[in-house]
């Protein structure tokens, strides 16, 4: 067994420490001759000798399993079983930290609120199982149209939800949205069958005044898809004061 290369140096400095007299908790990896490697939580205790040091008492426990678990346990709680993608919680968290950096930055931000059109009829027909094929290949072209600190997440059903940052202008949000739409209504190659699927979106920015809050943000989102939906679906609406008559509902909800 021997130590990790790049955490050679805090082992050292954790060593030092406790030869200086200073008690040492810390973690650290270890790598066997196969170079699998294992998380190991490490405690050095000085041993005094009339106020000297005089030695060094330490205790490893190999917590590898430990923490695979708690990562497991972490990814549950914020992913979608289904699709990998972060879920509803995970999504409202990102949401509030984007706005709270909007604030101080005053950039651009936008939600997306996705349906796919036609999925219910292709579940039912195809069965659950294609069905289900075709949500992780939807998300995985959804991951495809966006930029790299973007965000899709899974709601839940058909429904999907994608936070968009660091916008110079709306329109910034709008190319990526009609890219999005462009991917999307392509064809689905799934166990021999051609699927066609293509998505409704809804659009929503935070008002300009600040007073905006997470739910009520995804909400107006939500609005814009179902207006895009009714003009005919494939395409993408963008949430208004006149497609937001609900707006006091909204806030009062929010």
């Known amino acids: 067994m021997f130590i990790e290369a790049a955490s050679k140096d805090a082992f050292y400095i ?9 008690s ?6 270890f790598r066997n001759q196969a170079k699998k490697g294992y998380i190991t939580s490490c405690t050095f205790i000085p041993i005094f000798v009339e106020e000297k040091v005089v030695g060094i008492h330490g205790i490893m426990k190999d ?3 430990l923490k695979e678990s708690e990562e497991k346990m972490a990814r549950m709680a914020y992913h979608d079983p289904l699709t990998g993608l972060p879920n509803r ?8 930290e984007a706005l709270n950096q909007i604030e101080k930055e005053k950039a ?6 996705l349906d796919l059109d036609r999925f219910k009829c292709i579940n039912d027909k195809l069965g659950h199982e294609i069905g289900d094929m075709l949500l992780c290949a939807a998300a995985e072209r959804m ?7 973007d965000m899709v997440s899974r709601q839940g059903g058909d429904e999907f939800t994608i936070l968009v940052t660091g916008l110079k202008t709306k329109e910034d949000a709008l190319a990526l949205v009609n890219r999005m739409i462009s991917t999307l209504s392509k064809k689905y190659s799934i166990r021999g ?16 005044d600040g007073h905006e809050t997470v739910k009520m943000l995804i909400k107006k989102a ?17 949430y208004d004061e006149e497609i937001g008559m609900q707006d006091r509902e909204l806030e009062k909800q929010g």
Request: proline content about 4%; cysteine-free.
């Open 193 to 208: 069958h051609n699927i066609f699927s293509t998505p409704s979106i809804g659009i929503a920015f935070p008002r300009e």
């Open 222 to 238: 939500d609005f814009a898809m179902y207006e895009a939906k009714k003009k005919g679906r494939n395409q993408y609406s963008v």
């Open 14 to 22: 954790h060593f030092e420490k406790a030869a200086g007299g200073a």
């Open 108 to 113: 651009i931000m936008a939600v997306l609120y």
């Open 143 to 149: 991951q495809t149209s966006i930029r790299p600190h």
């Open 89 to 96: 919680i995970k999504f409202e968290k990102a949401v509030e």
């Open 24 to 29: 040492q908790n810390f973690e650290t990896t």
């Open 63 to 65: 917590i590898t399993n």
